[in-house]
């Protein structure tokens, strides 16, 4: 990655303000982020499946005993990363709702803006 090139935490926060997401949100997701990429060795989230992000939530609720709200936040985090096209494997996150998400319908943001790439 060369000097001019945005960093990854960097762009995804420069979406979360262009969607106008409030700073405590902001704050939890980058949160999130780090701590999924810090759990698999400081790789790449290109690098990461489906399974990873199984280990990682299965790592949360049996080793540090979280919440299912907890796991849907750190979840949602995640998905927001993909969402940015910051992870190029969309389909790792299909399959991981738990059943208080899917019950869950708040409206997904949308924005006109446009992220560097």
Not at 102 to 115: A, D, E, I, T
């Amino acid at each position: 990655m060369s000097a001019s090139q945005p960093k990854l935490l960097d762009l995804v926060r420069a979406g979360l303000r262009c969607r106008h997401y409030s700073l405590r949100t902001e704050t939890a997701y980058l949160d999130w982020i780090k701590r999924f990429i810090r759990f698999h060795g400081k790789r790449h989230p290109q690098e990461l499946g489906a399974e990873e992000v199984a280990a990682f939530l299965t790592h949360l609720a049996v080793d540090r005993q979280v919440a299912a709200a907890t796991q849907n936040q750190a979840l949602k985090g995640l998905l927001f990363l993909c969402c940015t096209n910051q992870w190029t494997n969309p389909g790792a996150l299909s399959g991981q709702r738990n059943r208080s998400a899917s019950r869950s319908s708040s409206p997904g943001r949308k924005s006109n803006c446009s992220l560097p790439t």
